[in-house]
């Protein structure tokens, strides 16, 4: 898959490259909603920190980290671990932390780490920095479907931003465990940072692709409210993280999600006058009562918010 090269962000400054750089992120975005990027901003001194200050969490003894030991409920936030090997399917294999970093109310430190002592600090900063990403990428995205600069992070309200450091050990049966199972994320876009391969795009006769890792690149994933509002023109990607016998593989996710009370519906620019929109207007908090009830009969989540339009797929 080509669109896993990384896209040099850098070209955006520079007049002379930025309609290639906002072509490839169009065409990525049209091919599968999932794409990497380098040169995207966020300074290599953060990224490096943020990695450090993961690592040290998970290398802590298990009593130290269950001070942080969130609900075992989607979403939740703290400390969590999901080691099984004998559990009916889906299986999983990783050891998380998630917080909750914006808006400033849902700021929970009770479930920061303090240990190590610059934790805090370092996951302010990157997360700041990774939302001016988030950002800057959103009116790349808004401005190649024709729509204002500002569209989609209007269209996604108030910025409900959590990160959560994934950590999958090294596991005695890979070939029948998953660190993550097969899933698209829920909200509006991801930027994830991994260390070691593991992590895979569904492509084309059921298969799947490798996400290579590249030093210094994000990997960003359109989130299913886009396709929402991209009247599915952009669709949110299937994708799982698997785990190796090896070595342990850790991966730093940002989710940007829109607020519980936000209603999303498709851009009317992108909805077509005689076909009508794909997708039925909703509240955020309907999608996440969905997922949490996890009734979605073996399809993707997002068609369970489809009109009955067979277009839809
Ligand atoms: C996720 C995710 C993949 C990985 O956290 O939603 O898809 O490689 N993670 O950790
Ligand atoms: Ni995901």
New binding site residues.
Partial sequence: MATLNPIDLSGLNDERLASSVRAQIAEACEKNGFFQVINHGVPVELTDRLKEVGQMFFDLPKDEKLVYAGKPVIGAEGYGSRMVLNDAEPKFWREFVELHTLPLSERHYNYWPQQPAEFRETVEKYTLAVLDLAHRLLAVISENLGLKPTYLKEALGETHQNI?F?C?PPCPEPGKTL??PE?S?VGGI?I?M?EGD??QVAAANNTWELVPNHPNAFVVNLADQIEIITNGRYKSAN???IVNSDRTRR?Y?TFYHPAKDQKIFPAPELVDAKAGPMYRELFYIEYLQALAAGRFGGKRLVQSFAINNPLVS
């Fill in positions: 959560v994934q999958y660190g993550l899933h994320d991801t994830l991994q593991g992590l994708h799982r993280a991966s996710v």
